[in-house]
């Protein structure tokens, strides 16, 4: 099989288009979950790093606050802001990226593609996988990924067609509480100065001021990190390229989307409130009463 693709072959072959239409049955909504150590760790940490800054905001900064409008208010803003960022970082890592199946190149597959004659399409050596168009190998998820961008420990998954959505939602909101996290440790600082640091909170002195130096360590880098990503990952999506494509400086053999239209494209439809709900299209009575097994580096349905 020669190793070149065509440009119109996702065109001409349904079964090579993105979002399932050449996967299996269901693969664009089944769980999935990749084995991945080092992923693994990174995902926790990340779950135990807000997990932590939610404890520092909460206990040390709002809770012993003499202003029950002011603990109320930034309680039920950055709480909000931290369960949308765990939810979005669930859905990222949880949701198949756009795994092309593994194994298809097989005699039985490529005769449903009818295949004209002289017509060539990519086969990918590594997983043994038809490749269709924009699709790029992934050598710790060992498949190949409907426009893969990029491979991210922190959410130990790869960012593709599927759930890109959620992962840009997850660099949005974790820069959002970073953010207001910086803003309430400076408002604690101060308010600490004026009075005494035993009367500013239930801890001591000492402790206080270790997890506010911590916190805002942390705020600092994730606001840095997740405000950098998201805006490439907006600028990715403006000019229907992604970063993997970027870096190869891979000439298009697609026709790129305009701007609004590649943002309709990957958060769905017209703009609205659901553009930044993690939780839309999720269903979870479904999820609760799949049954998951191994298949490789991923677990899956």
Known sequence: MQAHRLRDMEQQHPLLEGRGGGGLPGEATRVWFIQDGCGMICASVTWFLVLYADFVVTFVMLLPSKSSFFSVSNGVMFNTLAVLALASHLRTMLTDPGAV????????????????????????????????????????????????????????????????????????YVAMISAHALVLCGIQFFTCVRVQWSECSDFSPPVTIILMIFLCMEAI?????????????????????????????????????????????????????????????????????????????????
Request: glycine share 6%.
């Open 101 to 172: 199946p593994k194994g298809n190149a097989t005699k039985e597959y490529m005769d449903r593609l009818q295949l004209k004659p002289g017509e060539v399409i990519y086969k990918c050596s590594k997983c043994c996988s038809i490749k269709p168009d924009r699709a790029h190998h992934c050598s710790i998820c060992r498949r190949c990924i409907r426009k893969m961008d990029h491979h991210c420990p922190w959410v130990n998954n790869c960012v593709g067609e599927n759930n890109q959505r959620y992962f840009v939602l997850f660099t949005m």
């Open 221 to 301: 880098l994730f606001l840095t990190f997740t405000a950098v990503m998201f805006g490439t990952q907006i600028h990715s999506i403006c000019d229907d390229e992604t970063e993997i494509e970027r870096l190869k400086a891979e000439r298009p053999t697609w026709e790129r989307r305009v701007r609004w239209e590649g943002m309709k494209s990957v958060f769905g439809g017209q703009p609205s409130l659901l553009w930044i709900n993690p939780f839309a299209g999720l269903r979870l009575r479904r999820f609760l009463s799949t049954r998951i097994h191994r298949t490789g580096p991923e677990l899956s349905v």
